[in-house]
């Protein structure tokens, strides 16, 4: 038996440390005042400074006034490949959250120093799943007999060590682009998948894309005695789902959905995977943020879309786009809370340092969790495109 490991304590953002948690700590030194007339001209001028030996990635869901400075705008893998990509450039300023800061140092070289501008801007649903939780969930694998066949899969959003303990267990990273493919290699080895941290994304893709049923999903609870779940239950199901989810993309509901089309007529209601599966299934369209912004662009003047993913990015789609009617699907939701921890003042403060010649809130990720997390890496990239 595997008794519950405790959950996260409250960790108050951008306030002292918590080893426990995959966000980090408060930025040292002191960052301009929001409201400085100067800020822009001011992230020009250190940008222009460093010129060719810095390189800004800016994840879709940041701030206008961050995006503004991005050398390029991508998705977390997106983007960490750009930062692979990219070998001379000496600092890779990462506006993203922590997960994707340390993804982005896995696969670049050891000269290449990765900068997070804001050390509290980690990733509630990557905080959802902790090493020593996960490690309960497989060891009760391990006594039902159950490990050989299992595949652990671990989705892009979650903490270094996360995706080291899948690389040591066969296993592999998918990204909400090709979470199917990535279950169909999974299925090829093991009759059963543990998926981390998203039970959404798990779910959508396992019943959606894979034709699994509803049943054939288990979910296992971290905050319970074995997960919540009796041996028969783990060696009945094909899918165990981690219970995490994301603070944003969770709170959409099938009501908004009903509403929205309500009040626009022949509004075509986009959202993405982390939403709940009966947002999803009452959707017109499923995909990744890539798949959302490509969906867009291609979309002719004069069409209604309901958008359910992270708000910075609907607004700049509506504003990209006024010749589309685009709405944001929930009134309730807000911004990620985590990913707007990175705006101008910390963007300048990260740049002013580095043109002093001092690395502010370098993202490390040790050797050996960094060597195992590239083999689960590895294994995704290797799979047909
Ligand atoms: S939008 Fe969701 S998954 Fe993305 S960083 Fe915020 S909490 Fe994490």
Redesign the pocket.
Known sequence: MTTATPSLPLFVLGRGSDPESERGVDCPGSLPPASDPDLVRRAAAAKATLGDRLFVLG?H?QRDEVIAFADVTGDSFKLAREAAARPDAEYIVFC??H??AESADILTTDAQQVVLPDLAA?????DMARLAQVEDAWDALVDAGLDQDTIPVTYM?SSADIKAFCGRHGGVVCTSSNARRVLEWAYARGRRVLFLP?QHLGRNTAVLQLGLDLDDCVVWDPRRTDGGLTTEQLTAATMVLWRGH?????RFTAEAVADVRARIPGVQVLVHP?CQHEVVTAADQVGSTEFIISAIENAPAGSAWAVGT?LNLVQRLAKEHPEQQIVFLEKTVCY????NRIDLPHLVWALEELVAGRVPNRIVVDPQTAAEARAALQRMLDLPG
């Open positions: 994840h869901y993203g959250v997960f994707m980690g990733c509630s649903m990557a959003n998203d994301c603070s944003v993309h969770g982390e992270e990620c809370a985590t990913m």
